[in-house]
């Protein structure tokens, strides 16, 4: 049996609700179908509050705190086909609850590095993410990023810009951190015009670029380490990295 959901988180715990209570057997399960000839069962699973708030509040109540925040950092991970893993893990915390800290199970073994994998990709965009600044004054940034992690800049960038308002845009997701004064959420974005830039910021642009160059030296680049370094795909928005005020 395949199982069909909608990608959401409480469309995920509605799934496991069902495959827990009508012990369902899914070999495979998508947020949307593929392209491609299926000959197995394919079930829908409809997103019920009602249902999904009961596998929540079964989860507080049976796991420890750090296994629910796991569940949760994992579902961010969503370039990666997890939810078989995922639900798995579920099933076997609901069984067993010391399970869970068995690293010697597979499925274990691939949801703790899978967390290690978002964890670096956080840590690497905290470092790789521009800034810049809007006729208001509120500070913008775009992401591409591999996983989900919008929440998790910016709670870092939080603590970072008490006293500034800021946006951190997931052009793919479409999806954005907004913080305004004291308040800050995650609001999708369906629709998108670049933003107006203030007067300010192709200077500020140029300052870092030619400080960047300045504490450059031409004769140790090593364009091989570079990308390793800095992989293509945190250079979309870096600034020293292309030419945005010619």
């Known amino acids: 049996m395949i199982l069909v959901y909608d990608g959401t988180f409480e469309g995920f715990l509605s799934l496991v ?22 000959f197995e069962e394919i ?6 509050e009602l249902n999904s708030i009961k596998v929540l509040d079964a989860i507080k109540a049976k796991f420890p705190k750090e296994i629910l925040e796991k569940i949760l950092n994992i579902f961010m991970c969503d370039s990666k086909e997890f939810e078989m893993v995922l639900l ?10 010391k399970q ?21 990709n956080i840590h690497k965009m905290t470092g790789f993410i521009r800034f810049e600044e809007l006729e208001d004054g509120t500070l913008y940034a775009k992401v591409e990023s591999k996983f989900n992690i919008v929440y998790f800049l910016g709670k870092h960038f ?11 845009h997931d052009l793919n997701r479409k999806i954005a951190f907004i913080k305004i ?13 670049e933003p ?51």
């Not at 079930?43 to 019920?48: A, G, L």
């Not at 597979?106 to 899978?114: A, G, P, Q, V």
Request: glycine share 2%; net charge positive; charged share 25%.
């Open 88 to 97: 798995e893990y579920i099933i076997i915390g609901f069984k067993e609850v």
């Open 196 to 246: 107006n830039y203030s007067s300010n910021e192709q200077k500020f642009q140029k300052l870092w670029k030619s400080f960047f160059s300045g504490v450059t030296l031409k004769e140790r680049i090593n364009p091989k380490l570079q990308r390793q370094l800095v992989p293509l795909l945190y250079r979309t928005y870096m600034n020293e990295f292309f030419d945005k005020t010619t």
């Open 181 to 193: 004064e004291n308040n800050y959420s995650i609001q999708e974005v369906a629709f998108f015009d």
């Open 17 to 38: 609700y069902e495959v827990y209570y009508e012990k369902l057997k899914p070999i495979k399960i998508y947020k949307t179908l593929p392209n491609k000839i299926i």
């Open 158 to 168: 939080l603590k970072r810009f008490n006293n500034q308002n800021f946006i951190i």
């Open 43 to 48: 079930k829908t699973i409809k997103t019920i």
């Open 100 to 120: 869970l800290f068995n690293i010697n199970l597979e499925s274990i073994f691939y949801l703790n590095n899978l967390e290690k994998e978002l964890f670096k």
